[in-house]
């Protein structure tokens, strides 16, 4: 199959992607991703890419300003898929943060994708389209150090199938469950190349996600080959976690 053949199989060519928070680590391997399946992407973050991601228009946008992201969907012509990108939070324990800190986390990781999502949505309406929301595994297991960030994830994913049953059947709704991903910061955030690299061992599949990895799920959700895929979590993340448990259990074993 050629590269044309492809982008018809995934059902982009000539449709128009928007990512939030597309201009870096995660965000850009997704947005190349959608790229290279043919679709036209725009990517908008509050300041512009150090390194463009080739093909991707970039628009400037602070998606937690909701005045300024109902100006921007306004503007566009059409939305056929919206990927709900844009998030993070530094680590911090709970008790060394006031609420408002983490009020600002949650509103970045789970206010912002709803107030998004509701400005594209006659654009999605009409052309029958699709929202990917970009959860996290903290969402689903203790955050220890991003308490604020992994509340928010989970809610992400209630607030995925909940509108995924009130915009069905016109617009699907699925979240990417991503796990632990190699991106140009993962060293810092683990602890150097030795922290990465023993923070790998412990993926079953035994490496972080690389960007192309999440890039290459977003486009099967939002292409045709999901059309019968709505208000799913999708996991990607190598396997998960192995339990501390079985660790424990061997070297007591040993000793």
Known sequence: MDNSDEETARGLRGRTAVVTGGTRGVGAGIARAFVEAGAHVVVCARRPPEVAVKGAEFAPLDVCDAAAVRDFFDALPRVDVLVNNAGGAPYRPLADAGPERHTRVVELNLIAPLTVSLAAYDHLRRARGAVVMIGSVSGSRPSPGTAAYGAAKAGLESLARSMAVEWAPEVRVNTLVVGMVRTELAHLHYGGQDGLAAVSRTVPLGR????????????????DAAAYITGASLLVHG????????????????T
């Open 208 to 223: 972080l996600a690389e960007p192309s990895d999440i890039g290459e799920a977003a486009v099967f959700l939002a292409s």
């Open 239 to 254: 396997g998960g976690e192995r339990p501390a448990f079985l660790d424990a259990a061997t070297a007591n074993k040993r």
